[in-house]
Nanobody
Framework: VQLQASGGGLVQPGGSLRLSCAAS????????MGWYRRTPEKQRELVAV???????NYADSVKGRFTISRDNAKKTVYLQMNSLKPEDTAVYYC?????????WGQGTLVTVSS
């Protein structure tokens, strides 16, 4: 499984960004897809995940602000990030879990700063 992430950038506090993760295969065949993030101060942490059945889970720090969704036809998972805070600044990584294996996309940098 190959994953292509995009959508990072610089945004002011309170702003929004949408990350995209395009998979090389049908996402119906992927058990779950999600987004993780990493900063120099923190280990990689789960941000949000969506299962093949459509169930979602979020880190407490992003609940109510971030929404994960998917477009099966486009084989793409999205992370809509609203009300961004400086502490959301990180490199975001797309993940796919399939048949016991984890696959990672390249990171995309999100910087929240005025």
């Amino acid at each position: 499984v190959q994953l292509q992430a995009s959508g990072g950038g610089l945004v002011q506090p309170g702003g929004s960004l949408r990350l995209s993760c395009a998979a090389s295969i049908s996402i119906f065949s992927i058990n779950s897809m999600g987004w993780y993030r990493r900063t120099p101060e923190k280990q990689r942490e789960l941000v949000a995940v969506i299962t093949s059945g459509g169930n979602t889970n979020y880190a407490d720090s992003v609940k109510g602000r971030f929404t994960i969704s998917r477009d099966n036809a486009k084989k793409t998972v999205y992370l809509q990030m609203n009300s961004l805070k400086p502490e959301d600044t990180a490199v975001y990584y797309c993940n796919a879990y399939r048949l016991g294996n984890n696959y990672w996309g390249q990171g995309t940098l999100v910087t929240v700063s005025s």
